[in-house]
């Protein structure tokens, strides 16, 4: 995989201006993204990952499915990102394409480094406004499990772009959000972190 930045923008759901937002957002400095959409069709989701794909090689930036790997490959997407169910599907690498998780427990852990992945996301470490009821993990133990990883660790969970700062101090390689980043105004003060 090639150099992983620090700041992982996870999409909200495709709407009005999506791929003119995305834009936005890979020219704000974004090089890393999860095309997330769990509202709409395997065609339409098809469709916006192929277009994404375009944009973020316009900018060099690295674009993973939260799908299928099967549908990963197809697109030619740079990875494919497991949810917390899909990552107990598989007992190794796919070595076809970089593999990222989300991850929520230690089980969850052992399991991506059973599989070898590229890195994780380890949520939920704050509250959050999509899951507010979440039990959250803190920082503590999110350092803790982040310690368990062998592979690099993106924080989630209520992250703001200020959090990355603290986020290094406990162990993480940098954050991943929705919010956060997709409304990112100024990215150019954090560049060189």
């Given amino acids: 995989m090639k150099h992983l930045p620090n700041l992982y923008l996870i999409t ?49 930036a690295q674009l993973f499915v939260n799908a299928s790997l099967e549908m990963a490959l197809s697109i030619g997407t740079h990875g494919v990102h497991l949810n917390s169910t899909r990552l107990y599907y598989y007992d190794k690498h796919p070595l076809k394409l970089s593999v ?26 704050k509250t959050t406004a999509s899951h507010p009821d979440a039990k959250t993990l803190g920082w503590m133990k999110f350092s803790n499990l982040t310690k368990q990883s062998n592979c690099p660790v993106f924080a989630l ?24 980043l997709w409304n990112l105004e100024v990215l150019d003060k954090y560049e060189s972190l």
């Fill in 12 to 60: 909200p759901e495709p709407c009005n201006k999506f791929l003119y937002k995305l834009e936005s957002c890979l020219e704000q400095g974004i090089r890393l993204v999860q095309l997330r959409a769990k509202t709409i069709s395997e065609s339409e989701y098809y469709s916006y990952a192929e277009q994404c794909l375009k944009l973020c090689e316009n900018y060099n």
């Fill in 157 to 180: 969970g209520g992250m703001k772009i200020q959090d990355i700062t603290t986020a290094y101090q406990y162990g993480a390689h940098g954050i991943a959000a929705i919010r956060a």
């Fill in 100 to 125: 990222a998780a989300s991850c929520h427990s230690l089980a969850d852990i052992q399991q991506a480094n059973k599989i070898g992945l590229n890195f994780i996301v380890l949520s939920p470490v």
